[in-house]
């Protein structure tokens, strides 16, 4: 896979569609490579007529570390100490517009999933020429009261990392069972050869460590959605664990015009069987801003 050099740090990306079609730059979640972008989900978008492009998220997969900040600490951080931040979620906002000028593909299409949909939220905000419509998934607006977390899930997130790649299958398995679809149960043998295969690729505790604090750094991003106007579709799972569906809910009002999909049964994941309807949506989405 190929890297480009983009505000100041490498971002490790692949693409596929043509390059002579409209961008669609996918952004992934917490601790998850751009390989958590299945390529049949990309080409399934990509057969609609876009250029294609997911990346490695600082921190993550064969992007760039952030190692010359603080050692991070995710307890005070959610306590509402920030010092041990070496970024937030601007800054991640800003490698993606960094991308976006180095591929040649701004303006473009943006889809982006949990922490993925707080980046491309951002994204729309601070780089306003750069974002031609706008998807956020399964994400939310950074104001507490919204979005919060199931004990359950919080518990299965915050679980030790794993020391081998067979403790990664099983981690994987573990967490995907708290937080995934209920109505969409996924094979249990290739949920936990993605997460082997993950940590093959990959793996780097404090990295993670580094994107939950950025999180937490990172402030309400309510006031400022209301200056996006690009076409903006929302979607939610209307059984997700880990970011309530309140959040989808208020992401959806802070932005004038967006649209909102719930989807019964979804948890914190893309089960196969929605890829159609949720590509379907961002499509249809995509063409307001032709």
């Known amino acids: 896979m190929p890297n480009v050099r983009a505000n100041g740090i490498d971002l490790e990306y692949d693409e596929f569609g043509s390059p002579d079609d409209p961008g669609f730059l996918l952004v992934m979640g917490l601790t998850a490579q751009l390989t958590a972008w299945d390529e049949r989900f990309c080409q399934e978008?990509?057969?609609?007529?876009?250029?294609?492009?997911?990346?490695?998220?600082?921190?993550?997969?064969?992007?760039s570390r952030i190692t010359d900040g603080p050692t991070p600490d995710v307890i005070k951080a959610f306590s509402g100490d920030h010092s041990t931040a070496s970024y937030t979620i601007?800054?991640?906002?800003?490698?993606?517009?960094?991308?976006?000028?180095?591929?040649?593909?701004?303006?473009?299409?943006?889809?982006?999933?949990s922490m993925g949909g707080m980046i491309v939220q951002s994204l729309a905000?601070?780089?306003?020429?750069?974002?031609?419509?706008?998807?956020?998934?399964?994400?939310?607006?950074?104001?507490?009261?919204?979005?919060q977390a199931s004990a359950d899930a919080i518990?299965?997130?915050?679980?030790?990392?794993?020391?081998?790649?067979?403790?990664?299958?099983?981690?994987?398995?573990?967490?995907?069972?708290?937080?995934?679809?209920?109505?969409?149960a996924q094979d249990a043998d290739v949920m936990r050869e993605r997460a082997m295969a993950a940590y093959d690729r990959a793996h780097d505790p404090a990295g993670a460590a580094r994107q939950l604090v950025g999180i937490a750094a990172s402030p309400d991003r309510t006031p400022d959605l209301a200056s996006v106007s690009v076409?903006?579709?929302?979607?939610?799972?209307?059984?997700?664990?880990?970011?309530?569906?309140s959040g989808g809910k208020a992401t959806a009002a802070a932005i004038p015009g967006a649209d909102l999909l719930l989807l019964p049964g979804m948890g914190h994941d893309l089960p196969p069987q929605l890829w159609t309807q949720i590509i379907d949506a961002a499509v249809a989405n995509a063409a307001k801003a032709s």
């Open 125 to 147: 905000i601070r780089h306003p020429d750069k974002v031609r419509s706008l998807c956020s998934i399964m994400s939310t607006t950074g104001d507490q009261s919204v979005g």
């Open 90 to 113: 601007a800054d991640m906002a800003d490698d993606a517009a960094g991308l976006l000028d180095a591929l040649g593909m701004a303006p473009a299409h943006v889809m982006g999933v």
């Open 231 to 245: 076409p903006t579709v929302v979607i939610h799972g209307e059984d997700d664990p880990l970011v309530g569906v």
């Open 155 to 184: 518990g299965a997130l915050m679980s030790p990392p794993p020391a081998s790649r067979e403790e990664a299958g099983e981690r994987g398995l573990a967490v995907g069972k708290v937080i995934g679809s209920p109505a969409y």
């Open 45 to 63: 978008l990509a057969s609609h007529g876009f250029r294609v492009v997911r990346y490695d998220n600082r921190d993550v997969g064969l992007s």
